[in-house]
């Protein structure tokens, strides 16, 4: 970027530093620089992106895909058995920490004289706790807390900017599940067989129900879409046991 003679030193810096961090992020489509990656504006890439850089080396989920990517980022390791030096911790190997709309990934080769990539961390989106930036000398770190209360760290100058881009795919993942959830409620609401299906997937043997309106007692049955009390005719469908059972499930 050419220098403005106009604005201070502080502003030059302030736009280099912008527009390094934009062109570090760019999955290959604009994101909103006037805000954070959003809800609206994260989208997907196309895995060959992702595949010509590591070579392949990523074993892809059904229907994952790529959000971002950064090289050069390096693995920060706490070793306690070090006295002195880095304050106790140590540098690993450099390659790319990826995020796609399941997992975040960090490929990297193994030595020196590799040529080819391997994939040495994942962790599922909904395993993620946080995701927060720290320091380490004058590099930016990215620490990644995982949901058993460990966590794993990278560091890389700007690499804070992932941060949002992965608060926004977690949160996309979340909704995802979320649909899921409901798509399986909806399909248990209309049929006894899906609901005797989740019961026996989730270990639990139910073959009565008490009729909500009088009490009696009701065998329930394998398959069709509502059962009528035999006593006093009250219908009772599969969402209504499904209700009383979900927590256990």
């Known amino acids: 970027m050419p220098y403005d003679f106009s604005k ?35 989208e997907t890439c196309d895995r060959i992106d992702v595949d010509n850089l590591v070579k392949g080396a990523i074993l892809w989920q059904k229907d994952e895909a790529p959000y971002a990517w950064l090289d050069s980022c390096q693995e920060f390791i706490e070793d306690k058995t070090r006295a002195g030096g880095w304050f106790g911790a140590r540098v690993g190997h450099k390659g790319f920490v990826v995020v796609t709309n399941q997992r975040i990934l960090f490929a990297c080769k193994m030595g020196r004289l590799a040529k080819d990539y391997a994939v040495t961390y994942g962790i599922d989106l909904e395993d993620v706790m946080s995701v927060s930036h720290g320091r380490f000398g004058f590099n930016d770190k990215l620490v990644i807390l995982e949901r058993q209360g460990t966590h794993r760290d990278f560091i890389k100058p700007k690499i804070q900017s992932l941060i949002p881009v992965i608060n926004t795919a977690i949160s996309l993942c979340q909704e995802q599940v979320q649909k899921e959830k409901q798509k399986e409620r ?8 899906s609901l005797k299906n989740v019961m026996d997937s989730g270990g639990i043997v139910m073959t009565t129900y008490n009729c909500p309106k009088c009490n009696g007692v009701l065998d329930i049955p394998q398959a069709g879409k ?24």
């Open 226 to 249: 509502v059962l009528f009390c035999s006593y006093c005719g009250a219908p009772v469908k599969p969402v209504d046991i499904f209700e009383k059972i979900k927590e256990f499930l």
């Open 8 to 42: 201070s030193d502080e502003e030059n810096k302030a736009q280099a530093d912008l527009e390094t961090q934009h062109k570090e992020v760019q999955p290959r489509q604009e994101l909103e620089e006037h805000k954070p990656a959003t809800l609206q504006s994260l």
């Open 186 to 193: 909806i399909h248990i609401v209309v049929d006894f067989g």
